[in-house]
């Protein structure tokens, strides 16, 4: 049964679900390799189309004084000469917090030539990609003035020194990155937008707490798995991180009893048998399916006998889904999904 809004309804002895979602499909080995642009354990994650209401606004002029080129001190004690009003920014995989704070890249994160953050392409529309790992040659031809790089991972091996030789290369530094708030908050200051990034956490948070007031009469005392089923294999999200964070800080839903230890996981999607899925308590899953069309998993037995399965309450993401995600964008529409289906 498909439900408005993009979900897609499973059941317990219907056949394997129909999904749209895509966009991981060929970026899954990329994901778990770089745990989707925080750079944390191989097994992490942790980016088209909802117009730009959807976000919190980001609109808003900012009131700071006009800027001056300064130096600040990045992640790894580097000296960085900060650019004043850059216009042509690279912030590879930081594209949310750039969008939130109305700066649109000269190129964006992809990988293999292809796989992009999906629920940013109405935003990011006409911007080129640029390969992951920022090749030294793509970073030069794309001739910017301010780079911003997540963590220190990115620029070793000498890749610091050949970046900066080129436009000047501030590390936010992993501890940064973790958070997305936090991300928000330290690129603002770089972009002379400080303004404009706490109002986006300001709308954000009134945001979650509309939400979660809505919620309240129907999944509010609920328990909630976030699954994201990917080469066959099943992975349960970190608290802390993407929807995640969302779910179970910014919303305070429950977590289900064997997924209760992971917010104390290093990794941002931490594997998990089908065998322990089978002992899975929740009221309700979130599915990110990336394996479309193949059957396997899904019709397993020990699947359709979890409780949350075999009472329908299992909601699949489609491509536009920003669950596996950081960022105010992102955020905001993971809560927009939890909403669509609270509702009916």
């Not at 976030?226 to 991180?241: A, D, R």
Request: hydrophobic content about 40%.
């Amino acid at each position: 049964m498909k439900i408005s809004g993009g979900f897609r309804l499973s059941t317990s002895n219907k056949k394997s679900i129909k999904i749209t979602f895509t966009v991981l499909s060929v970026c899954a080995a990329a994901l778990l390799a770089t745990a989707c642009g925080s750079n944390n354990n191989a097994t992490g994650t942790t980016s088209p189309s909802a117009a730009a209401s959807t976000a919190p606004a980001a609109t808003a002029a900012a009131t700071q004084a006009p800027a001056a080129e300064y130096t600040l001190k990045d992640a790894m004690g580097h000296d960085v000469k900060v650019p004043a009003n850059p216009k042509a920014v690279i912030a590879s995989y930081l594209e949310d917090p750039l969008l939130t704070l109305g700066v649109k890249p000269v190129v964006q994160w992809s990988v293999k030539g292809g796989s992009v953050q999906d629920y940013l392409q109405t935003q990011l529309s006409g911007v080129p990609i640029i390969p992951s790992d920022l090749p030294v040659e793509s970073v030069l031809k794309t001739a910017p003035d301010f780079m911003i790089v997540g963590s220190e991972s990115q620029v070793e091996k000498g890749l610091y020194d050949q970046y900066s030789k080129i436009v000047p290369t501030y590390v936010l530094g992993t501890e940064t990155t973790g958070d997305f708030r936090k991300t928000l908050l330290k690129m603002g200051e770089l972009l002379n937008k400080t303004d404009v990034a706490n109002k986006a956490l300001a709308d954000y948070d009134q945001k979650a707490k509309d939400t979660k007031a809505k919620l309240a009469p129907t999944i509010g005392d609920k328990k909630v798995a976030i699954l994201w089923l990917t080469n066959k294999n099943f992975y349960v999200v970190n608290g802390k991180v993407a929807s995640g964070a969302v779910v179970y800080g910014d919303l305070g839903l429950q977590m289900p009893n064997i997924l209760a230890v992971l917010p104390d996981a290093k990794a941002n999607w931490v594997p998990i048998s089908l065998e322990k899925l089978a002992q899975l308590d929740a009221d309700y899953v979130f599915l990110v399916n990336s394996d479309k069309g193949q059957a396997g998993n899904l019709e397993d037995p020990l699947w359709k006998n979890i409780p949350a399965v075999k009472s329908n309450r299992v909601y699949e993401m489609d491509r536009q889904s920003s669950w596996l995600y950081n960022g105010v964008i992102a955020g905001t529409r993971v809560m927009d999904d939890i909403l669509k289906v609270s509702i009916k």
